[in-house]
């Protein structure tokens, strides 16, 4: 089974920057729509950003538009978060995920992706 494994979090000052990333256990993994979420402490896990297979088209949360960058290295893995502008709201553990198919979905809807990392944590002080 594949995994994904997510790299880049840490502890940065409100108004700081950090960059995650995200790649396959495996090389062979192909090019698929992969998701960005985050779950905060006794919070439900949430949508932060989603790309598709070829990066044309990217989604964000209402709650990171314009702070946050999703984008992936010419259809290849891995897949990156840059996250600017930080607040401490923004505090969370991230998850990225990947969905293996090409059909439409909905980009929002954590069912919709199968495969998961196991998470990064993101601390945001203000």
């Known amino acids: 089974q594949v995994q994904l494994v997510e790299s880049g979090g840490g502890l940065v000052q409100a108004g700081g920057s950090l960059r995650l990333s995200c790649a396959p256990s495996?090389?062979?993994?192909?090019?698929?729509?992969m998701g960005w979420f985050r779950q905060a402490p006794g919070k439900e896990r949430e949508f932060v950003a989603a790309?598709?297979?070829?990066?044309?088209?990217?989604y964000y949360a209402d709650s990171v538009k314009g702070r946050f960058t999703i984008s992936r290295d010419n259809a290849a893995n891995p897949v990156y978060l840059q996250m600017n502008s930080l607040k401490p709201e923004d505090t969370a553990v991230y998850y990225c995920?990947?969905?293996?198919?090409?059909?439409?979905?909905?980009?929002?809807?954590?069912?919709?992706?199968?495969?998961w990392g196991q998470g990064t944590q993101v601390t945001v002080s203000s």
């Open positions: 790309i598709s297979w070829s990066g044309d088209s990217t």
């Open positions: 495996d090389r062979t993994f192909g090019s698929y729509p």
């Open positions: 995920a990947a969905r293996d198919e090409y059909s439409e979905y909905d980009v929002r809807r954590i069912y919709e992706y199968n495969y």
